[in-house]
Nanobody, 124 residues
Framework: QVQLVESGGGLAQAGSSLRLACVAS????????MGWFRQIPGKERELVAT???????NYAHSVKDRFRISRDSAKNTVYLQMNSLKPEDTAVYYC??????????????????WGQGTQVTVSS
C-alpha cells in the first residue's frame, strides 16, 4: 500500500510564497505521474499541476507563471512552489501519485494514491 504525506501548508499573505511537499512511502516500484489538486468547500477538486517521469509538466491556467511543480524521484517526493499567492488560491491542496507498487514482478500492481490534504489560506 502506498501512502502520501503532505506538508508545507498554512497561512500566507497575498503576494507571498509557500512551498508544499509530498512524500510517498510503501512498496513503490515506480511513480509515473505526480500532481497537485485543490478543493474549495462546495466545489469539485481541480487540477493544479502535474509532472511525469519524463519531465512533462502541466499547469492550470490560473496558476501558470506563478506556481512551479518539481519532483525528486529518488526520494519519491513532489513539490509545489507557490509564488505571488492570491486569496483565490485558498483551498485544501491534495497530492496525487500514480505508478506501480510491489518490488516483485509477481506482486506488481498499479496504484493511484492521494494525500490527506493540507490547508492553504491566503489573506488579502
Amino acid at each position: 500500500q502506498v501512502q502520501l504525506v503532505e506538508s508545507g501548508g498554512g497561512l500566507a499573505q497575498a503576494g507571498s510564497s509557500l512551498r508544499l511537499a509530498c512524500v510517498a512511502s510503501g512498496s513503490i516500484y515506480t511513480i509515473h505521474v505526480m500532481g497537485w489538486f485543490r478543493q474549495i468547500p462546495g466545489k469539485e477538486r481541480e487540477l493544479v499541476a502535474t509532472t511525469t517521469s519524463s519531465g512533462t509538466t502541466n499547469y492550470a491556467h490560473s496558476v501558470k507563471d506563478r506556481f512551479r511543480i518539481s519532483r525528486d524521484s529518488a526520494k519519491n517526493t513532489v513539490y509545489l512552489q507557490m509564488n505571488s499567492l492570491k486569496p483565490e488560491d485558498t483551498a485544501v491542496y491534495y497530492c496525487n501519485m500514480g505508478g506501480e507498487s510491489g518490488m516483485s514482478i509477481f506482486s506488481r500492481r498499479a496504484f493511484d494514491a492521494w494525500g490527506q490534504g493540507t490547508q492553504v489560506t491566503v489573506s488579502s
